[in-house]
């Protein structure tokens, strides 16, 4: 069974500090996973993903993330947050070579000035 | 890139009518694309999947023949609500794969905000 878990559904800082939003997976084939970012109304941006290559993906904006498999996590991570990154962000695995996608509840990311 | 556009992005319309949705891919070809609906504060909800000169795939509990789906070439998938009603304001949210690619991520559309007075 696939199934993705952020963990927080809310997560606040401030400008210049860092930022980790968490998620954990549950996958029974090795799976792709991607991170994407929502502005409101707006649809989703894509800010990285892993196919199975390098653990530690780096994306759009500033952004990485690191597939751990013995934790199964792909926690998303910026060393410096920025007013602009405010937005939802959506963890979303799929299973490898099915085109199927699960998505995270979401976690709302309040940047502080 | 791989651009997704979604028309209209916003509408309002009486209860009753019918409302069409599209979903265009402009720079690549899209065997399958997915529609979404998103209520306030909430993940996506899959709707179906639209698969390229077949029928639309439903997820348990979306009414079909309220929420048709056309996906007649590889560039252009339609949602249309028929007999809209106020319950079927939402959010709306197309995505589409690039060729017949696996393991690769979906391209979104920038939603439709549909209003039923």
């Known amino acids: 069974a696939q199934s993705v878990t952020q963990l927080d559904s809310h997560v606040s800082v401030s400008e210049g500090t860092p930022v980790l939003l968490r998620c954990n997976y549950s996958?029974?084939?090795?799976?792709?996973l991607f991170w994407y970012v929502q502005h409101p109304n707006k649809g989703l941006q894509l800010l990285l993903k892993y196919t199975s290559a390098a653990t530690l993906v780096k994306g759009i904006n500033g952004f990485e993330a690191e597939f751990k498999k013995s934790e199964t996590s792909f926690h998303l991570t910026k060393p410096s947050a920025h007013m602009s990154d405010a937005a939802e962000y959506f963890c979303v695995v799929s299973p490898y070579n099915f085109n199927k996608f699960y998505f995270g509840s979401g976690t709302k990311l309040n940047v502080k000035p | 890139g791989a651009v997704v556009s979604q028309h209209p992005s916003w509408v309002i319309c009486k209860s009753g009518t019918s409302v069409k949705i599209e979903c265009r891919s402009l720079d690549f070809q899209a065997t399958t694309m997915f529609w979404y609906r998103q209520f306030p504060k909430q993940s996506l909800m899959l709707m179906a999947t639209?698969?390229?000169?077949?029928?639309?795939?439903?997820e348990q509990g979306v009414e079909k023949d309220k929420f048709l789906i056309n996906h007649a070439s590889l560039t252009l998938s339609t949602l249309t609500v028929t007999s809209a009603h106020p319950e079927d304001s939402s959010f709306y949210i197309c995505s589409a794969l690039r060729g017949n690619e696996v393991n690769q991520p979906q391209h979104f559309g920038d939603g439709t905000r549909l209003s039923i007075l």
């Open positions: 996958s029974s084939y090795s799976p792709s």
């Open positions: 639209s698969n390229e000169g077949s029928k639309a795939t439903y």
